[in-house]
């Protein structure tokens, strides 16, 4: 099974910048398609961003314009570059990794992210 693992949340004021990494084991990484998705305290987990393995992504609305998702597959990382942070964007963000054809749904343990003055 492939291992996620999500570093870079942290405290950060409105209008601030944080960049999330998103390590994966294995040497299946190319093929996977990566997502990030977010979940604040008493809400369901959404999509935040998503990139394939061709390099096609899409983003969620509340974010497009602010966050850019990309992947280096040398490295097996895949990254979510967050900018102008809003009090809203606060959460526990999770990293996934998914394959249908291998059966792939894999999830991180997620790293927080918390938007204040």
């Known amino acids: 099974q492939v291992q996620l693992v999500e570093s870079g949340g942290g405290l950060v004021q409105p209008g601030g910048s944080l960049r999330l990494s998103c390590a994966a084991s294995?040497?299946?990484?190319?093929?996977?398609?990566m997502g990030w998705y977010r979940q604040a305290p008493g809400k369901q987990r959404d999509l935040v961003a998503r990139i394939t393995p061709g390099g096609s992504t899409n983003y969620a609305d509340s974010v497009k314009g602010r966050f850019t998702i990309s992947r280096d597959n040398a490295k097996n990382t895949v990254y979510l570059q967050m900018n102008s942070l809003k009090p809203e964007d606060t959460a526990v963000y999770y990293c996934?990794?998914?394959?249908?054809?291998?059966?792939?749904?894999?999830w991180g343990q997620g790293t927080l992210v918390t938007v204040s003055s």
């Open positions: 294995g040497r299946m990484f190319r093929i996977y398609t």
């Open positions: 996934n990794g998914n394959d249908p054809g291998n059966a792939l749904d894999a």
